[in-house]
């Protein structure tokens, strides 16, 4: 069993920026892929950012040139930095983890992200 701890959520203002992390009681050398998804009220989860064990990185449309996902394998969390953010970035973030050892996927409880003035 893994544990995906999702922390950096919060309140910002249209333009401003966030920085989620997610960390795993796994390493997370081994991965097959690990992802960001989000939820909006009322509407399906979607896949924002995913990252490859052999580091290729792929982005959802509505977010290319704004976030960037990244990983430390040292510390075993996965980064999500978010700027120039809109409105409709509102929604919960949820990250993602398929590892190789047992082709599992892992979920986090999610960390709400509000883009607000």
């Known amino acids: 069993q893994v544990q995906l701890v999702e922390s950096g959520g919060g309140l910002v203002q249209p333009g401003g920026s966030l920085r989620l992390s997610c960390a795993a009681s796994?390493?997370?050398?081994?991965?097959?892929?690990m992802g960001w998804y989000r939820q909006a009220p009322g509407k399906q989860r979607e896949l924002v950012a995913i990252?490859?064990?052999?580091?290729?990185?792929n982005y959802a449309d509505s977010v290319k040139d704004r976030f960037t996902i990244s990983r430390d394998n040292a510390k075993n969390t996965l980064y999500l930095q978010m700027n120039s953010l809109k409105p409709e970035d509102t929604a919960v973030y949820y990250c993602?983890?398929?590892?190789?050892?047992?082709?599992?996927?892992?979920w986090g409880q999610g960390t709400q992200v509000t883009v607000s003035s």
């Open positions: 796994r390493s997370i050398f081994s991965i097959v892929t």
């Open positions: 990252l490859t064990s052999m580091s290729t990185t």
């Open positions: 993602n983890a398929l590892y190789k050892s047992d082709y599992t996927t892992y």
